[in-house]
C-alpha cells in the first residue's frame, strides 16, 4: 500500500474542497436573461429577518406589474372583511433591469437575484421577499392594476397646490 504524505493529503483535500465549493457557488448563480422580468410578479413570501412570521396571507399580498417599455406597477392587494378585494396603489413609473442590475422609481441600482426564470429573491432593508412570476396572469387584470396605480399618479401643478392647500397653512 502507497503512502502519502501529510502534505500530500493536505494537497489532495484542498483540491477537493475546491471543488465542492466551485459547484456549490456555479449552482447558486443562475443566469437569466434581464428580459425574464417582464410580465406579473406576485409576492410568495414576506418575511422579516430573525422572525419566522409569514406576513403573505389570504387577506393580503402585492403584486408587480413590468412591461418591456420599462413601465411599472406595484400595489398591494387586500381583502376586506366583507370579503371583497382591494387594490391598493403602491407605486407606479418605471424600473431597469441591465446586466442584472434593478432599480426601480430611479432609486439606487441593487443586483437582481434570480432564483429560476420565475422566482426572484430579494432584499429591502431587514425584510426578505420572493417573488413569483405568473405566466398566465389575465392582460386585463394586469391592466386594471397598472391604471389603479397610475391614478395615484399626480401631477407637478397638483403637488404644489397640495403643499400650498393643505401643508403650509
Not at 406589474?65 to 407606479?92: F, K, M, W
Request: contains cysteine.
Amino acid at each position: 500500500m502507497k503512502s502519502f504524505s501529510v502534505k500530500q493529503i493536505a494537497v489532495m483535500v484542498s483540491v477537493m474542497l475546491c471543488a465542492m465549493f466551485s459547484s456549490a457557488n456555479l449552482k447558486a448563480q443562475v443566469k437569466v436573461d434581464d428580459k425574464e422580468i417582464v410580465g406579473v410578479w406576485i409576492m410568495s413570501s414576506m418575511k422579516f429577518e430573525g422572525e419566522n412570521k409569514e406576513l403573505i396571507s389570504d387577506s393580503y399580498n402585492q403584486v408587480k406589474v413590468y412591461r418591456a417599455d420599462g413601465e411599472y406597477a406595484c400595489a398591494e392587494i387586500v381583502r376586506l372583511s366583507n370579503g371583497t378585494y382591494h387594490i391598493q396603489p403602491h407605486e407606479y413609473g418605471t424600473y431597469s433591469l441591465k446586466d442584472g442590475l434593478y432599480s426601480e422609481m430611479g432609486r439606487k441600482p441593487i443586483k437582481y437575484e434570480w432564483v429560476d426564470k420565475t422566482t426572484s429573491k430579494g432584499r429591502w432593508m431587514n425584510r426578505v421577499d420572493i417573488w413569483k412570476k405568473v405566466v398566465d396572469f389575465p392582460e386585463g387584470l394586469a391592466q386594471h392594476i397598472v391604471d389603479k396605480c397610475k391614478v395615484t399618479t399626480t401631477s407637478d401643478d397638483m403637488q404644489q397646490k397640495l403643499k400650498q392647500y393643505i401643508f403650509t397653512r
